[in-house]
């Protein structure tokens, strides 16, 4: 494959047509790292590094990068790296999408491995993740794998979340298990072929759509490892889409939160609840990013989220810490209140203080023996 420029995602080749190739042909690579990149010049060479590390072998790699219409030089740092090293390649679309769906999907129409997984520019991964998450989801015959991830804020780093080891089957009833972190997810390429699940070119909530989308369509099984794969690298960044929120762009999330909502009713009990518990605090954490201060946008907004909060019962359980307050009041319909809330806490949002004492606080630090444990496979 050579370096591609791409008009749409309509434009590429059918997966099911005999012109294009399908699940069924023979994988060239045991993995696809489908990684999407907007102006991440300065990132590129330390991932390639990472990747180039893994103890899974990076020959068994494909690493497909697809270049948003940066505006920096990562074009030509990718084209230098797709030159270099056969399993790197490199698309480039000729437009910005503004957001990560439509590199993601192309990435994905233009993969070869057997499994793929989705990585950010920005976040590194452990040296033996991949390799992990292959052995457990080869062993298991699971249609994907979701992991446990690290925060690494301040030179410090904090778990994000706490899975042990478990196989959960489709019919399971008992167990809930979810997870909205799609990036690091190793995933059958199979499974998304013949179930046709993409990433809805929206600008936010496409993760938690294609996560809800995965975990009602498996029919044989997930696999949760207690290993550590994604390293979340907490940093402040203008090009960051969460730090570019507009009243458009929260509208369509709460009509997708509705359309989530709705899908939660086909899950057992357990399923809902931690859909609940994950969706529904990043909706309203959301509101505290929305760079708009005209107060009648904003308010309109609120009106929306209100009407499906009374949708459903459950939504209240989900809502928790800094967002209870911001709920009540919408609940109540005091718009002015919550306008003026949210609007403060925009102001704060990033302050180191804030992020402390609130964004972070229930996030454990690493033990010593943790961190020992796991020194010789961080990047």
Aim: aromatic content about 12%; some cysteine.
């Amino acid at each position: 494959m050579t370096q591609t420029d791409i008009t749409s995602t309509n434009d590429l080749r059918d997966l099911n047509t005999p012109d294009g190739f399908s699940y069924q042909d023979m994988p060239e690579y045991k993995i696809s790292i489908i990684i999407s990149c907007y102006n991440g010049e300065k990132y590129i060479p330390a991932l390639i590094h990472n990747l180039k590390r893994q103890t899974i072998g990076f020959e068994d790699l494909e690493v497909i990068f697809v270049d948003d219409c940066s505006k920096d030089h990562s074009a030509e740092t990718l084209r230098s790296y797709e030159k270099k090293y056969p399993n790197i390649h490199m698309i480039r679309l000729p437009k910005n999408s503004g957001g990560a769906s439509r590199p993601r999907n192309t990435g994905l129409k233009n993969a070869h491995g057997e499994y793929v997984m989705f990585l950010d520019i920005d976040d590194p991964i452990t040296l033996n993740g991949i390799e992990k998450a292959y052995e457990a989801i080869t062993l298991y015959d699971a249609d994907f794998v979701i992991s446990n991830a690290l925060l690494l804020l301040n030179g410090a780093y904090y778990k994000l979340n706490d899975f042990c080891q478990k196989i959960i089957k489709s019919d399971n009833s008992s167990t809930g298990y979810s997870n909205m972190i799609i990036v690091g997810m190793l995933i059958s390429r199979e499974f998304l072929l013949k179930n046709n699940i993409r990433f809805k070119e929206i600008r936010l909530g496409e993760d938690e759509l294609f996560a809800l989308e995965s975990y009602v369509k498996t029919r044989k099984a997930f696999y949760t490892i207690p290993d550590p794969i994604l390293i979340y690298n907490y940093k402040i960044s203008s090009d960051s889409v969460t730090h570019n929120i507009t009243t458009d762009h929260m509208l369509t999330l709460l009509d997708n939160l509705d359309h989530m909502m709705h899908i939660c009713k086909r899950l057992n009990r357990e399923f809902k609840k931690d859909m609940y518990a994950n969706y529904i605090p990043v909706v309203y954490s959301f509101l505290f990013h929305l760079r708009c201060f005209d107060k009648k946008n904003v308010i309109k907004i609120f009106r929306q989220l209100n009407r499906t909060q009374n949708k459903y019962k459950r939504f209240s359980s989900a809502v928790k810490g800094l967002i209870k307050p911001v709920y009540n009041l919408i609940s109540k319909g005091h718009y002015t209140a919550a306008f003026l809330i949210t609007k403060a806490v925009y102001l704060i949002y990033d302050t180191p203080l804030f992020i402390k004492l609130f964004r972070f606080k229930n996030t454990k630090k690493l033990s010593k023996e943790e961190y020992e444990k796991l020194k010789g496979v961080l990047p």
